[in-house]
């Protein structure tokens, strides 16, 4: 019997990434019908499917004890190869296919808008939130703040500044928690923000800014509108990085010294 | 040949990624500015210059067209690698400020969307290609 399990395992090992595409293709394919059999299509199949997989990372971390949910058992390894930045970004990338140039353009200034806002409200907002706990200097301020940002702000902006390492820690996980909120309640803000055309998920996007979480939340959304997310919150990131050291650091420096 | 559009999508990425990269080093960070959002243009002008050209063969189409349509599965394999232990664990504050901002910035997106709002349509146009892309998921 031990030999029939490790021959099994040494396959799903070897062949990790093919496991992967089986394993999400059930977790999907369950999903859709979960969506239609249980909700009557009131909450999207990728919803539901996103949804398991943040539970089974939750699972997979606690059976590891690694950072990469379940990517960490070895099985499943290929999750990790398959749900990665590499083939995420190809694949974001393939859905602006076929959109027209002008829809993007027409935009412009929103979008602008959209990623300055969107950084410095989310970098002001985690600040007072980590003065409201208890880290009151400007330095850890402008860390956890960059962590509300996304999970590569927070810690770029508090290695820049020279941060101790628990408030790093606490920025990634500010950062985690956004996408994770992101990924699972926009289907259920969208109507309420009037998400359903290009222009406000372009605005969404560079509102949000976090790539893992637009990219999910707005596939459980509409999966039409995915590439729009996607082009603002590109940007996001490497406008966190600039302003966090800096600008923001300095403000929120003059503020509470 | 399929691998015609996927070769294509693929050199889009790395060229959007590379003057990425170098926009970060020229502004002396060390973060991708913008990659993904330069590659998605270029595959929007490249391919709609050989779709009018009449060089954007269905079985080239389809080469680009299943990694969009297999966008969907990445996103629950991404969903299901996330750090989700280390999120939950990252104590008050990081749950706090991660929640607050959350609900900030949902609050803004209809307040930006009013800026500068164009009297043009504002409805998804269901293009061809949108639509040849519902293998569904």
Redesign the interface.
């Known amino acids: 019997m031990t030999d029939f399990l490790g021959a099994v395992e040494s396959v799903l090992v070897k062949y990790s990434l093919v496991t992967?595409?089986a394993f999400?293709?059930t977790?999907?394919w369950l999903s859709y019908v979960a969506s239609q059999r249980i909700t009557k299509g009131r909450l999207h199949g990728?919803a539901i499917?996103?949804l398991?997989?943040?539970?089974?990372?939750?699972v997979?971390?606690?059976v590891s004890g690694g950072?990469?949910?379940?990517?960490d058992i070895p099985c499943?390894a290929g999750?990790?190869v398959?749900?990665?930045a590499m083939?995420?970004?190809?694949?974001?990338?393939?859905?602006?296919?076929?959109?027209?140039?002008d829809?993007?353009l027409?935009t412009g200034?929103?979008g602008v808008?959209?990623l300055l806002?969107?950084v410095l409200?989310?970098f002001f907002?985690?600040a007072i939130?980590?003065y409201?706990?208890g880290?009151r200097d400007a330095i850890s301020m402008t860390t956890?703040?960059g962590?509300?940002a996304t999970y590569?702000v927070g810690p770029?902006t508090g290695a820049a500044l020279g941060a101790s390492s628990e408030v790093k820690?606490?920025?990634?996980?500010?950062?985690?928690?956004?996408?994770?909120?992101?990924?699972t309640?926009t289907p259920l803000?969208a109507k309420?923000?009037?998400?359903?055309?290009?222009?406000?998920a372009l605005?969404?996007g560079?509102?949000?800014g976090t790539?893992?979480g637009v990219?999910?939340g707005l596939?459980a959304t509409?999966?039409?509108?995915?590439?729009y997310g996607?082009?603002?919150a590109?940007?996001y990131?490497?406008?966190g990085?600039?302003l966090g050291p800096s600008l923001v650091f300095f403000v929120i420096r003059m503020i509470v010294e | 040949m399929a691998i015609y559009g996927t070769a294509l999508l693929s050199l889009c990425l790395l060229v959007g990624m590379i003057v990425g990269k170098l926009l970060g080093l020229a502004m002396g960070i060390n973060a991708n500015v913008g990659g993904v959002g330069i590659a998605m243009l270029l595959l929007i002008i490249i391919s709609g210059r050989l779709q009018a050209a009449g060089r954007m063969l269905p079985p080239t189409k389809n080469g680009v067209l299943f990694w969009s349509a297999i966008y969907i599965p990445v996103v629950v394999a991404m969903s299901a690698s996330q750090n989700v232990l280390a999120a939950v664990n990252g104590g008050a504050v990081a749950i706090a400020a991660g929640f607050v901002v959350v609900i900030v910035s949902f609050a803004m997106v209809p307040l930006v969307s009013r800026i500068g709002r164009s009297t043009g349509v504002d409805s998804l146009v269901e293009t061809e290609d949108a639509a040849s892309k519902g293998f569904d998921v």
């Open positions: 992967a595409f999400v293709g977790i999907v990728s499917a996103i398991i997989g943040l539970l089974l990372a939750y997979g971390g606690k950072e990469k949910g379940l990517a499943l999750l990790g398959m749900g990665g083939l995420r970004d190809l694949a974001i990338v393939a859905t602006a296919f076929g959109v027209r140039l829809e993007f027409k200034i929103s808008v959209s806002a969107g409200v989310s907002v985690g939130v980590a409201g706990f880290y956890i703040g962590g509300a590569i770029v820690a606490l920025s990634i996980a500010a950062g985690l928690i956004k996408s994770i909120l992101v990924m309640l803000a309420w923000i009037g998400l359903d055309n290009p222009r406000s605005i969404f560079g509102l949000m790539t893992s990219a999910g596939a509409d999966e039409r509108l995915v590439p996607a082009m603002t590109t940007f990131t490497g406008l990085c600039l």
